[in-house]
């Protein structure tokens, strides 16, 4: 019935005018649970089906969506659509070109040995109820303890005018734990495998289970009761590390988002901003030290940014963003790509739903590998500060002056963790930073996931990937509060 | 009629849900015709309108295992098999001791000004028109004007929430927003400004005003110098307030936030921890509230709260829904969100909130600054340490220093990381009018305060 119904479309869009045209028909399963306190406090299923159409008429875009997923009302969107385009085509500079893309015919499904959607949510629940529990029994200075665990299914049929038609299947799942410890007016928060509901791939329910939620409760616990007891993060400049899950949101903000081309062509302006990244540098600054090798990868396996196309039916890709320091790529569109003279889109358009248009979105924004393990560049730091899982984030308009927080740090010393510290910041101006990175881990690489990514007007939410391990930053002004 | 059609449908789901063994239930459904026209570098690049629509049900089983399902399906068929899911997953569940009941049926009544039947047939080439004016009034302005950029929303919501203990409640709103930042540059320097207006009639937008206003300031920040770090006197367009108190308001005063320990409420109520000056409610009767709603997506009526009484936090302000008022055995305040925010809000907050006016202006503010900084907006606010409300962030599209009473000269953005509580403990200056935002309704702002720790450039 869908390629039927997308064929509908297409026709009824040429019929009306459109040069070209796309629709998408998804729908998407999302289970989301939380324990808290030992009742849960979510047990939810999402479900949402609909279609989107994106045509271009007169040289300009035009979109509209729908959740009503008839004939009927499939000739009302397009209607709609045309008319909205050619509205748009009042106040036109000049026409919508698009980068060359070869017509497809494909399917695609990120692979996965246990289906998440098939695992009864009983024994999910279980697992998170019985690693609440092991939190909540570290401590009574803890009052809040939480498990989380989200899987997530989007099916995909993408149809353009240009003679595409791609099925996909994205699957991921994850979870994580959360404890928060008060006393007096002190909050401190401590979370296992990443902060803000945990960590998440591209993989089935097996991912879930590596994650041995309970394994870790008292770990995570028993240093949260010992960071109400920890010094204050000393202020001043010194050597900070970061390990993979406070690095991957480093990446993310001072890497991913000010390299996404729609943001550089300043059609993010009024909301996200720009970025100072601006196309004179491409090929010519140096965005880092000899180290910092970034790339967006949307082929990696597991990764929360992988999949098979984009939503403008780009295979996906791996480009380089920084290439030994020197800023030498970005993540584009077809459109973006054309206008800047660009030979091919890098693949990273997406859309978080039917009724959302595909903006630029991270794929897997990934710092690669480096020689050093990570005990190696601790061994190798006089005086420093190891920060680890993230706690706060902000970054300028134009992402070059940026302020972070983690959970937690430990103070540095003559090679070795000389004690916890709490509350640790530390800020940054993105290219004196990524500069004075001297040292990238390899043994501990893995791939981060979060599924909370929000760009756009009306607000999208996106699932992306980041790729790292420890690396090492000379001379950063830590301790701001 | 489209209200009818909802309200029909949740009752349907209400009844299937109790037929098919559960002890409660509740059925919110709504619809969204939602449209926006997004502009860049003086043109039309994003131009959008859509339907959405959908059911969020929660059953609740004798022992008080809950399920919720949201589905975005309009039609009775998947209506009945989003039950029979809510059911599936609620009996999988565990029990809630939290659970007191699903919320009595109260009084409510719909409120007049709420829908505007002009803006929920506002079309594309309306729209195109508010944009041809904003983007011809600013370029008009100056020649230094390089780019227009913002965007133009209007949007129609419904909703009506039905359950099974007698609830039967809807509500229909309107909102239209328009922003509109201009980028000036002179010899390869750029200057920012923005300027926002927010209405349930988009017959209130004027276009060319808001234009105006953002490039006169955008051509007034090309070649912004570096200020000294260090604190400031700072005076807060109503633009840079609102961002304030979306963070103060939804961290100190969400139900979520005071019982997980992280509300500054918690440890400061009873005393007077910002100026004396300041007072704060969250009422959504109060036409200067965007989203003027009777009701919340539990149908309780919506209650009027004093969150800020004479520089005062207050205990009473906290919002609950009644999952989170019954751990600690309250009644709902009616703040549970509507179906239609859901996907972006999961807790209950404050979205009425209104910071009563003073008698000054930004006029009299700058030139009662001998030396200070005005800033237009703020950006990407964080809590640091949520319980003494350190909040860091950055000044965006338009910062100025204030030399002897008047803009001296623009200044590259800076960082500022503080506690509010002692930002806000001295404001001498509040501003006469109360300008309309999207979850609240503030004044300009004179702080005498604020500790700026980093500069954006490199």
């Known amino acids: 019935m869908s390629q039927d119904f997308a064929s509908f479309i297409l026709d009824e869009a040429s019929r009306r005018g459109a040069s070209y045209t796309d629709v998408r028909i998804v729908s998407i399963e999302n289970e989301v649970l939380n324990i808290r306190n030992g009742s849960p406090e979510q047990v939810e299923l999402q479900g949402l089906r609909g279609f989107g159409v994106r045509v271009i008429v007169n040289g300009s875009w035009g979109f509209a969506a729908s959740v009503d997923l008839n004939r009927d009302e499939a000739v009302n969107v397009v209607k709609r659509a045309v008319d909205i385009a050619r509205a748009s085509s009042r106040l036109k500079k000049r026409d919508v070109i698009l980068a060359w893309e070869d017509a497809r015919r494909a399917e695609y499904s990120t692979p996965y040995k246990k289906d998440p959607f098939e695992v009864p949510i009983e024994e999910k629940l279980e697992v998170l109820m019985d690693a609440e529990r092991s939190l909540a029994a570290c401590s009574p200075l803890i009052k809040t303890s939480n498990s989380y665990y989200r899987g997530y299914r989007e099916r995909k049929l993408f149809m353009s005018s240009e003679g595409s038609e791609i099925s996909q299947t994205i699957t991921w799942c994850g979870g994580g734990i959360m404890a928060v410890a008060v006393r007096g007016g002190e909050v401190q928060v401590r979370s296992y495998p990443s902060s803000f509901r945990g960590d998440y791939s591209t993989s089935g329910y097996e991912y879930f289970e590596s994650l041995h939620l309970a394994d870790h409760a008292e770990e995570v616990g028993m240093e949260l009761v010992k960071l109400m007891d920890a010094e204050r993060c000393p202020s001043g400049e010194m050597d900070l590390l970061l390990t993979g899950d406070q690095l991957a949101l480093q990446i993310h903000e001072s890497c991913g988002h000010p390299t996404e081309l729609d943001r550089v062509m300043g059609t993010e302006a009024d909301m996200a901003g720009t970025s100072f990244l601006t196309p004179d540098k491409l090929g010519r600054f140096m965005y880092g030290s000899k180290n910092v090798n970034l790339v967006a990868d949307a082929t990696v396996p597991g990764g929360l940014g992988t999949f098979g196309y984009d939503d403008e039916g780009v295979k996906a890709k791996r480009v380089h963003l920084v290439r030994e320091g020197l800023f030498v790529g970005y993540q584009t569109s077809r459109e973006t790509a054309a206008a800047l003279d660009l030979k091919e889109s890098s693949g990273g358009m997406r859309a978080d739903s039917p009724l959302s248009l595909p903006i630029i979105r991270m794929t897997n924004i990934n710092l690669l590998p480096g020689d050093w393990k990570a005990e190696e560049i601790i061994e190798d730091t006089r005086d420093g500060i190891l920060m680890m899982t993230n706690r706060s984030w902000s970054i300028d308009d134009k992402r070059i002056n940026f302020q972070f927080g983690t959970e937690v740090g430990w103070r540095i010393k003559d090679g070795s963790r000389e004690a916890l510290v709490k509350n640790p910041t530390y800020m940054g101006v993105t290219p004196r930073f990524w500069g004075s990175c001297d040292a990238v881990s390899g043994d501990d690489w893995r791939m981060w996931g979060t599924p909370s990514c929000g760009k756009g007007i009306p607000g999208q939410v996106m699932y992306v990937g980041h790729g790292c391990g420890t690396a090492r930053f000379r001379r950063t002004r830590v301790g701001l509060i | ?458």
């Open chain 2, 1 to 458: 009629m489209v209200l009818d059609r909802l309200l029909d449908l949740a009752e349907r789901a209400v009844k299937t849900a109790l037929r098919m063994g559960a002890h409660q239930s509740q059925a919110s459904s709504f619809i969204l015709d939602a449209a926006l026209t997004r502009y860049a570098n003086s043109q039309i690049h994003q131009n959008v309108a859509f339907r959405s629509g959908g059911i969020s049900i929660r059953v609740v089983l004798q022992d008080k295992r809950m399920g919720d399902i949201e589905a975005f399906t309009l039609e009775e068929e998947g209506a009945e098999k989003a039950v029979e899911d809510a059911i599936r997953i609620a009996r999988a569940s565990r029990p809630n001791p939290d659970f007191k009941g699903l919320p009595e049926p109260m009084p409510w009544g719909p409120l007049e000004g709420a829908f505007d039947e002009e803006t929920s047939l506002c079309t594309p080439h309306d729209r195109v028109q508010m944009v041809r004016e904003a983007i011809e009034t600013a370029h008009a302005r100056s020649p230094l004007v390089r780019a227009v950029a913002g965007n133009l929303s209007t949007n129609s919501a419904y909703f009506a929430v039905v359950n099974s203990l007698g609830v039967s409640a809807r509500a229909s709103l309107t909102t239209a927003g328009m922003k509109t930042t201009v980028i000036s540059e002179l010899e390869g320097s750029e200057g920012f400004s923005t300027a926002e207006s927010y209405s349930r009639r988009v017959g209130d937008i004027d276009p060319a005003q808001l234009a105006d206003e953002a490039a006169e300031r955008s051509v007034k920040g090309v070649k912004p110098v570096r200020a000294q770090l260090g604190d400031y006197e700072v005076v807060l367009s109503p633009l840079a307030v609102r961002a304030l108190f979306t963070y103060i308001s939804s961290m100190g005063f969400s139900a979520s936030s005071y019982q997980d320990g992280s509300s500054f409420v918690r440890y400061f109520t009873g005393q007077r921890v910002f100026d004396e000056k300041l007072n704060v409610k969250d009422d959504a009767f109060d036409p200067r509230t965007l989203y003027m709603l009777p009701i919340d997506g539990e149908g309780v009526p919506k209650s009027r709260m004093k969150l800020i009484a004479s520089g005062e936090a207050l205990l009473d302000g906290i919002c609950y829904d009644s999952l989170r008022a019954g751990r600690e055995n309250k009644k709902s305040t009616g703040h549970s969100p509507p179906p239609i925010g859901r996907r972006l809000l999961d807790r209950p907050v404050p979205y009425n909130v209104v910071v009563d006016p003073g008698d000054s202006n930004l006029d009299e503010m700058i030139e009662e600054t001998k030396y200070g900084l005005f800033i237009t907006d703020l950006w990407y606010i964080r809590p640091v340490e949520p319980t003494r409300v350190v909040l860091t962030g950055l000044t965006r599209d338009g910062t100025f220093l204030i030399e002897d009473g008047e803009l001296s000269k623009p200044v590259l953005n800076l960082r500022f990381t503080d506690s509010m509580l002692s930002a806000l403990s001295e404001i001498p200056l509040l501003g006469e009018e109360v300008k309309t935002f999207e979850t609240n309704a503030v004044p300009a702002m004179k702080l005498k305060k604020i500790r700026f720790v980093g500069v954006s450039a490199y």
